[in-house]
């Protein structure tokens, strides 16, 4: 070939390199798909439940694989075909620095990531901007917000109040935005705002924690999704296997997320949120059973006589249960499977580099095999013969062991810092909390 690079070629490459990286994009999953039934057919339900928006809870789902058996390009897919049904879709990849026991950076990373169908830039601007307050989704919004029985904190009404009557003022009604997506609002600039409207006492603006507040933020910003004429959230949390290097305390935080995010929002059943989390199909022999979490995490928040443990014991079991029993697991590919899929990766080799690629062994065709790794064999042998077409690659394959020890300094169990109980946005209220309402 010579020239300048085909924008079908281009699109081959792009998925050829994620694919090769194990990285998986738009054009790898595009051109690939997805052959996880049971995955595929549990998210059509889970979307049909979050757009019907009758009351049932829509909680989420939970997959489990190896590693290599395809995690990360089934996220990919049911990313895509959650944009092309007209949601709004995040993902969030778990680890050290955004850790699932703590709302505040999950909600950080899952705002900041926000994709919506059709449109670039800053999710939360374009949401806003989507905004028109004479529709009935916004009026639903509006109606929601301020009920007594709505399970917010009140600056969201008094936000949404002020956002509505500051269009004259464009540096507030960005503040407003920033508070939804995470940002402080301190209280005295509301107060100030509000007594200036004439609705200062319509609103009790009071002291929260923040992982409170995050958690209500999911909440709201999920219904100002659908105000601006989404049909929901769809937040995918990727590797949650990683909270096994937590520490004791802060894994059972992270199991009573998981049981928010899978179980659903108690309080708040009709949000139009769903969640599909991912781990590792052996973190529970490894944690649950290996560190005996299933046991000592009860005892330990027991015995310290609260409320507040006994509930978070309660979450963290019924999260652990989750693990247990509610895992789909990714079935290994057979050799229809198999088939197919070397097909298309070898059309999509030959259209990135204009030539036709030969037939080529690969791997041995066994059930310890995992996807991607009859993928980079196929890919690395035809780049290869492309090369040198007279050269006979060996390849070999080592098992890579995921590590899921803790870390070398985690936070103390008996002595959480302030990772694990973040303030408020005005400075009050200390402490921790379940993740559930």
Same mark, same amino acid.
């Given at each position: 070939?010579?020239?300048?690079?085909?924008?079908?070629?281009?699109?081959?490459?792009?998925?050829?390199?994620?694919?090769?990286?194990?990285?998986?994009?738009?054009?790898?999953?595009?051109?690939?798909?997805?052959?996880?039934?049971?995955?595929?057919?549990?998210?059509?339900?889970?979307?049909?439940?979050?757009?019907?928006?009758?009351?049932?809870?829509?909680?989420?789902?939970?997959?489990?694989?190896?590693?290599?058996?395809?995690?990360?390009?089934?996220l990919e897919y049911l990313a895509h075909r959650a944009l092309e049904a007209g949601f709004?879709?995040?993902?969030?990849?778990?680890?050290?620095?955004?850790?699932?026991?703590?709302?505040?950076?999950?909600f950080a990373a899952a705002i900041a990531d926000a994709?919506?169908?059709?449109?670039?830039?800053?999710?939360?601007?374009?949401?806003?901007?989507?905004?028109?307050?004479?529709?009935?989704?916004?009026?639903?919004?509006?109606?929601?917000?301020? *009920?007594?029985?709505?399970?917010?904190?009140?600056?969201f009404a008094a936000s949404l109040f002020l956002y509505e009557h500051a269009r004259g003022d464009a540096e507030f009604a960005d503040r407003i935005v920033r508070?939804?997506?995470?940002?402080?609002?301190?209280?005295?600039?509301?107060?100030?705002?509000?007594?200036?409207?004439?609705?200062?006492?319509?609103?009790?603006?009071?002291?929260?924690?923040?992982?409170?507040?995050?958690?209500?933020?999911?909440?709201?910003? *999920?219904?100002l999704i659908t105000a601006a004429g989404y049909r929901g959230w769809v937040v995918l949390l990727d590797e949650v296997e990683l909270i096994g290097r937590y520490s004791l305390l802060q894994r059972a935080? *992270?199991?009573?997320?998981?049981?928010?995010?899978?179980?659903?929002?108690?309080?708040?059943?009709?949000?139009?949120?769903?969640?599909?989390?991912?781990?590792?199909?052996?973190?529970?022999?490894?944690?649950?059973?290996?560190?005996?979490?299933?046991?000592?995490? *009860?005892?330990?928040?027991r015995m310290k006589q609260t409320t507040e443990s006994e509930l978070l014991a309660g979450a963290a079991e019924t999260g652990m249960r989750v693990i247990e029993r509610d895992q789909i697991r990714l079935q290994p590919p057979d050799r229809d499977e198999l088939d197919r899929t070397y097909t298309k990766l070898r059309q999509i080799h030959g259209a990135a580099f204009g030539w036709d690629p030969p037939d080529v062994e690969g791997l041995e065709r066994l059930p310890s095999n995992r996807m991607r790794q009859y993928v980079r064999a196929w890919i690395n042998e035809w780049d290869l013969r492309r090369l040198d077409p007279s050269y006979t690659p060996e390849l070999a394959v080592n098992e890579l062991i995921i590590d899921l020890t803790d870390d070398d300094n985690p936070t103390s169990d008996d002595n959480p810092t302030s990772d694990d109980y973040p303030t408020s946005d005005d400075g009050t209220g200390l402490g921790g909390g379940t993740g559930l309402a």
């Open positions: 070939m010579s020239g300048e690079t085909s924008p079908p070629a281009l699109a081959a490459r792009r998925a050829l390199e994620a694919l090769r990286a194990g990285v998986p994009n738009r054009d790898a999953v595009a051109a690939l798909g997805s052959l996880q039934t049971a995955v595929e057919d549990r998210f059509g339900e889970l979307l049909e439940t979050l757009a019907r928006r009758d009351g049932t809870p829509t909680g989420g789902m939970l997959i489990s694989g190896g590693f290599g058996a395809g995690k990360s390009h089934v709004v879709v995040s993902k969030v990849v778990i680890s050290k620095e955004t850790a699932l026991h703590d709302p505040v950076k999950v994709q919506l169908p059709g449109r670039r830039g800053s999710a939360i601007d374009e949401i806003a901007t989507g905004l028109l307050t004479d529709s009935a989704e916004y009026a639903a919004l509006y109606r929601w917000v301020h *009920s007594d029985d709505a399970p917010l904190d009140s600056r508070f939804w997506a995470g940002d402080p609002l301190p209280v005295a600039d509301l107060r100030r705002r509000l007594k200036e409207s004439g609705s200062a006492s319509v609103y009790r603006l009071a002291a929260i924690r923040e992982r409170d507040l995050a958690v209500q933020r999911f909440r709201f910003v *999920s219904r935080k *992270s199991y009573a997320e998981v049981a928010r995010w899978v179980r659903g929002d108690r309080d708040d059943p009709d949000a139009p949120l769903a969640a599909v989390l991912t781990t590792v199909d052996d973190f529970e022999a490894q944690v649950l059973v290996g560190k005996n979490d299933v046991e000592l995490i *009860s005892k330990r928040l």
